[in-house]
């Protein structure tokens, strides 16, 4: 088991699947860190990391090419790049993501929680998906998902999803911990 006191959360803090991350991070002991900026809206604000303008824009990409990778349209629109940037820097930041939402036909997991699982791919870091339509976790392994129970398994890691948080979804996040860590 790792030692919880070692370990580091990053997130973004918002309504749903984040704020249920950090929620068992404080009940486990596990250091948090949520990255906003100034403007953005959390509901968890515990540690928040306010990141400047200048350091949004380590993790700016073109949006034509999120789009791409996306099998969506994003437009030039100010605020979501700043999202997209945000993201960015989660997923920079730990060494394992994990994400809780709906994975699309396309294998691209919907809204901006897609976005932390391609830059997850990207940067070559494990990364699994609890999807809640489906109930259970897949990770990315050769190209494709693929049931997988998961563990936190590093001394940092993501997590990003959906703000419309499951009961099926908040347990597997909970059990998550509870298989890393034991009892709280």
Same mark, same amino acid.
């Given at each position: @088991?790792?030692?919880?006191?070692?370990?580091?959360?990053?997130?973004?803090?918002?309504?749903?699947?984040? %704020?249920? /991350?950090?929620? @068992?991070?404080?009940?486990?002991?596990? $250091?948090?860190? *949520?990255?906003?900026?100034? =403007?953005?809206?959390?509901?968890?604000?515990? *540690?928040?990391?306010?990141?400047?303008?200048? #350091?949004?824009?380590?993790?700016?990409?073109?949006? #034509?090419?999120? %789009?791409? @990778?996306? *099998?969506?349209?994003?437009?030039?629109?100010? $605020?979501?790049? $700043?999202?997209?940037?945000?993201?960015?820097? @989660?997923? *920079? %930041?730990?060494?394992?993501?994990?994400?809780? =939402?709906?994975?699309?036909?396309? &294998?691209?997991? $919907?809204?901006?929680?897609?976005?932390?699982?391609?830059?997850?791919?990207?940067?070559?870091?494990?990364?699994?998906?609890? &999807?809640?339509?489906?109930?259970?976790? /897949?990770?990315?392994?050769?190209?494709?998902?693929?049931?997988?129970? !998961?563990?936190?398994?590093?001394?940092? /890691?993501? +997590?990003?999803?959906?703000?419309?948080?499951? !009961?099926? =979804?908040?347990?597997?996040?909970?059990?998550? /911990? +509870?298989?890393?860590?034991?009892? !709280?």
């Amino acid at each position: @088991m790792l030692d919880r006191t070692k370990c580091t959360l990053f997130s973004g803090g918002h309504r749903g699947v984040e %704020s249920a /991350f950090g929620e @068992m991070a404080e009940k486990w002991g596990i $250091k948090e860190v *949520n990255y906003s900026f100034i =403007g953005h809206k959390v509901e968890r604000n515990s *540690n928040i990391q306010n990141l400047s303008d200048e #350091e949004l824009a380590r993790g700016d990409i073109s949006m #034509e090419l999120a %789009s791409k @990778m996306m *099998n969506r349209t994003y437009y030039e629109k100010r $605020k979501i790049r $700043k999202v997209l940037q945000l993201i960015f820097h @989660m997923v *920079n %930041s730990g060494h394992q993501v994990f994400v809780v =939402g709906t994975i699309m036909a396309d &294998d691209t997991v $919907k809204g901006g929680t897609g976005w932390a699982v391609e830059l997850a791919k990207l940067f070559h870091r494990p990364v699994a998906a609890f &999807d809640q339509s489906r109930k259970e976790w /897949f990770a990315w392994k050769e190209g494709k998902w693929q049931e997988a129970q !998961p563990l936190i398994s590093h001394e940092t /890691f993501c +997590a990003s999803g959906t703000r419309d948080l499951t !009961p099926e =979804g908040r347990q597997a996040i909970e059990q998550l /911990f +509870a298989d890393a860590f034991g009892t !709280p």
